[in-house]
């Protein structure tokens, strides 16, 4: 795919290379820190929007907020553009480099500071994955709520500038919900202590504008998240229907009777048949549709409420009811659709749309989507977090046939001005990125973009950090 | 001068007006916490007041939106009437304050204003999903949506809850909601002392059976004898067991007693609103917010060297002290004991001199300052909107 515009190299930041890695390698404890051999910087050349890639000039992993500090401040004094990374999982092309850019990547910065289970909140840095949070309060009886499918890989500092997701954040909320401060590392070098264990912090709620700024504003390396208690126990039931309208509207139906599950995820016909032709989870490939309902509490609690939840399916036409009776089968339920992504990329390539949607228009968004994407003579499977409304259509086209590439992107971007056009918007949980920059316009006026343009300036002056990203690259300034 | 715009278009108007007359405005929701913040002079006074009704009421889909001038109680009855509630709990200061008017939408989003089920269900600025906004500049702006999840572009309206109106004139906000609990049930602990009271919210908090509010109220708060309280809601059956379970952890601060229905909601209503601290009116409220499990360790410091009462929310995190208002209310003492914990401390209540001596806000950090002045400066250049309410001069 060529789509998509980067900003042009500056010529002489390219030919300093040299100079900029060896002050570079000044700056940190470890020369080994700092990379800039072509064939190590090659993992470093895109993220999970693997269709655009550039090798950047180098890539540094600071081990200390120090490091980022100095780093940070004698890339802006220089001039040069710096690209934030954590694990590379973006789909957006968040993390995607350019070639006059220095990447600061906090991965070794992983490190577990404090857990504190009275407070219910952990202190770490923020290049540790998601699931390593979990990990860590696991034994104290916590769980870190945000659980991305990508949570084994991917880092809280990529959670955190993205706003992620996750399939139980109805009723836990995002990143934004979970996140209580953050230390951010500023251009000019300066550290700022953002929130901490408290419940707010004094002050405009900077966490909460940093959380989803995407990179722009500042490195994050360190953050205070709020930690919940597992609870007893957590059960999902599997449901078919014969149509996803049938399925859209018993969804409708569990929340309007006071029923708020952890998750509900929804499948259509194909994203089934792949996901079971994968995972062998049981799934029934003859449904039109399909829901994995999560409910937590204890036992008697689960069974009441999978009980209403049961009840109101089958007024809803539903084909299948398949309870969770044993952990076993509960992974088993789960595995087909946490590995949507991955068994779709066995049966083709695909681009993840992430729109999100009123929910009551999910039926005809559900119908426009498949002629949309059937126009441009490819196929779509659609997996997603039903509650929310928010949709991850998968697009599915030959990486190898750069005119069906073509054609996917433009369904693609079709599919996401449809999310606007009946009151969503264009990305639910993966950000803008440079996947999506260019269709800002259809959900904002370029007064609301300039508006935010210049609260990024705010932190970042002359616009070194990520740039090229989020904002359409004509976007004039705001005065 | 008193600007009351019925429409987003006038609002716009009005303020370009403003603008190109270098007029600055005190804004105005239902004019409840007119006495919050550093005590302001303008010419002009902009309320929503008439920008008012609910715009959008999806019940399946878990959202509401309404202009800023909707009276919450007109928002709450909507609600109550398909069963749902907003999530945060917002509070009503009119007998604290000793206010009249209607608390409105907008008040609460500008206040970040958030009860005592913020502990467990996040607060204003978790709910809010999305804004429309007048800039300084008179352009109507919008961030976020009718959407629940949606991280397209920055987050302004982080930002702007809890700006105290200070960035924007906010025109409608746009929640989600919560199904409102079919019951709830209080378990109340009495005699513990402070230290042992939060030591027990905390620890229910970190069971499987969390709580939807903890609050601890010393002897002389509401009532003789100090009393420990948390609350849970949800199915009838399912709080029951609950309950059950939590008395059985709690074992070693010994028995509980069980409100339920109304006796159970008065007395959260009274927490939520401060009640029990509002009298005698001279004495100034600080409201302190704290990692929780230091809430008692605070008071404790704080007590030491100036006598006060308290009662705390939020597990310990929300702590609400009441002083007399001699030696500037206690405010080093308050300010520096809350810092060095990890939190910090407003002025909520305090006569009009004692908000001039003091700044009523917390001050932020050296470079933060810098960065927030410079965010103030990009959404309203000229400085139009309740100039000096946060701190001098900006
Ligand atoms: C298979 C798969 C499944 C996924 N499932 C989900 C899902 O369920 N929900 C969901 O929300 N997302 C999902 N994603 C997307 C992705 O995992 C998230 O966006 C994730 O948060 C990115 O984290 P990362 O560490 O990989 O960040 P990166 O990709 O490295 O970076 C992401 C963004 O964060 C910025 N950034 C990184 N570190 C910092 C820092 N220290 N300071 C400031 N900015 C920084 C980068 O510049 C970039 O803009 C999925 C991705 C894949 C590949």
Redesign the pocket.
């Given at each position: 795919m060529t789509g998509i515009a980067f900003p042009a190299p500056d010529p002489r930041i390219l030919a300093r290379k040299a100079e900029i890695v060896a002050a570079l390698r000044r700056l940190v404890s470890d020369p080994e820190d700092v990379i800039d051999d072509p064939v190590e910087l090659a993992p470093y050349e895109t993220?999970?929007f693997t269709a655009y890639r550039r090798l950047p000039l180098a890539v540094v992993l600071p081990r200390s907020t120090a490091e980022a500090s100095r780093v940070l401040a004698y890339l802006a004094r220089e001039g040069v553009k710096v690209?934030?990374?954590?694990?590379?999982?973006?789909?957006a092309g968040?993390?995607i480099p350019l070639e006059d850019s220095v990447v600061i990547g906090?991965a070794r910065m992983n490190r577990v500071l404090a857990i504190d289970p009275l407070n219910r909140t952990a202190r770490v840095e923020?290049g540790i994955t998601n699931l390593a949070i979990t990990n860590a309060v696991a034994e104290h009886g916590f769980f870190y709520a945000p659980d991305?499918?990508?949570q084994l890989?991917?880092?809280l500092?990529?959670?955190i500038?993205?706003n992620?997701?996750?399939?139980h954040c109805l009723k836990y909320g995002v990143t934004t919900n979970n996140l209580l401060g953050v230390t951010l590392v500023l251009v000019d070098g300066s550290v700022v202590e953002l929130g901490g264990e408290a419940l707010d912090a004094p002050g405009y709620d900077l966490v909460g504008l940093v959380c989803g700024s995407?990179?722009q504003l500042?490195?994050?390396?360190e953050a205070v998240v709020r930690i919940l208690p597992q609870p007893e126990g957590a059960r999902p039931v599997l449901l078919a229907f014969p149509s996803s309208e049938a399925a859209g509207a018993c969804v409708a139906e569990i929340i309007a009777a006071g029923i708020l599950p952890v998750a509900i995820e929804f499948m259509d016909n194909p994203a089934i048949r792949i996901c079971e032709a994968f995972a062998k989870a049981g799934y029934p490939v003859e449904a039109a549709a399909m829901l994995i309902v999560e409910v937590e509490g204890s036992d008697r609690e689960i069974d009441a409420e999978l009980a209403r939840i049961t009840q109101i399916a089958r007024r809803h036409g539903v084909t299948t009811i398949k309870e969770s009776r044993s952990a076993t089968e509960t992974a088993q339920i789960w595995k087909g659709r946490k590995s949507a992504?991955?068994a779709t990329g066995r049966i083709a390539d695909y681009i993840c749309m992430d729109g999100t949607i009123p929910t009551g228009r999910l039926p005809e968004v559900l119908r426009r989507m498949e002629e949309i994407v059937r126009g441009y003579g490819l196929r779509v499977a659609n997996v997603f977090h039903a509650g929310d409304g928010n949709l991850h259509p998968l697009i599915l086209y030959d990486v190898n046939d750069p005119e069906q590439a073509a054609r996917a992107e433009a369904a693609g971007a079709d599919i996401l001005k449809l999310c606007v056009e009946v009151g969503g918007c264009l990305t639910g949980?993966?950000?803008v990125?440079i996947e999506k920059r260019d269709l800002m316009r259809h959900q904002f006026t370029d007064a609301e973009l300039a508006l935010q343009a210049s609260v990024r300036r705010v932190f970042d002056p002359t616009e070194i950090l990520?740039p090229g990203?989020v904002f359409p690259l004509d976007l004039r300034a705001a005065a | 001068m008193r600007l009351e715009p019925a429409g987003e278009a006038e609002a716009c108007a009005q303020i370009r007006t403003l603008a190109r007359e270098r007029m600055p405005v005190r804004i105005e929701g239902g004019g409840t916490r007119q006495a919050i913040g550093r005590p302001i002079q303008t010419a002009a006074t902009l309320s929503s007041h008439k920008l008012a009704g609910i715009t959008l009421y999806e019940p399946a889909e878990m959202v509401v939106a309404a202009r800023a001038g909707t009276p919450l109680a007109e928002l709450d009855a909507a609600l109550a009437a398909k069963g749902q509630m907003l999530p945060f709990e917002p509070p009503d200061y009119r007998a604290l304050l000793g206010s009249a008017g209607e608390p409105t939408v907008g008040g609460v989003v500008a206040g970040n204003l958030s009860g005592p089920r913020r502990i467990a269900a996040g607060a204003c600025r978790d709910a809010l999903i999305g804004l429309r906004f007048v800039d300084g500049r008179g352009e109507l702006m919008r961030t976020g949506g009718r959407v629940m999840k949606n991280v397209t572009g920055l987050d302004l309206a982080k930002l702007l809850c809890g700006s105290w109106g200070t960035l924007a004139f906010l025109v409608e906000a746009t929640f989600k909601v919560l199904p409102r609990p079919e019951a709830e049930l209080t378990l109340l602990f009495e005699g513990l002392p402070e230290d042992r009271a939060i030591a027990l919210l905390c620890a229910a908090m970190g069971t499987p059976y969390p709580p939807s509010a903890a609050a601890h109220l010393p002897a002389g708060v509401g009532g003789t004898r100090p009393r420990t309280l948390l609350r849970l809601e949800g199915f009838a059956e399912a709080i029951g067991y609950r309950a059950d379970r939590l008395a059985e952890r709690l074992f070693e601060y010994g028995r509980c007693e069980r409100l339920e229905g109304a006796a159970s909601a008065a007395l959260w209503r009274a927490i939520r609103d401060v009640e029990p601290l509002a009298e005698p009116r001279e004495r100034a409220i600080w409201r302190l917010s704290l990692p929780p499990r230091r809430g008692a360790e605070a008071v404790a410091r704080i007590r030491a060297e100036r006598a006060c009462e308290v009662l705390y929310d939020w597990s310990g995190g929300l702590v609400w002290l009441a002083t007399e208002e001699e030696e500037d209310a206690g405010c080093g003492l308050v300010r520096s004991t809350a810092a060095a914990l990890g939190g910090h401390a407003m002025l909520v209540r305090g006569s009009r001199e004692l908000r001039l001596r003091i700044p009523p806000f917390h001050p932020p950090a050296e470079r933060v300052r810098a960065l927030e002045a410079q965010l103030q400066k990009t959404f309203d250049p000229l400085g139009l909107f309740d100039p000096g309410l946060r701190a001098a001069g900006i």
């Open positions: 993220d999970a690209v934030p990374r954590g694990a590379g999982t973006s789909l968040g993390a906090v923020a991305p499918s990508s890989a991917c880092t500092a990529g959670n500038a993205m992620s997701g996750g399939a995407e990179g500042g490195i994050v390396t992504f991955g949980e993966h950000g990125g990520n990203k | -």
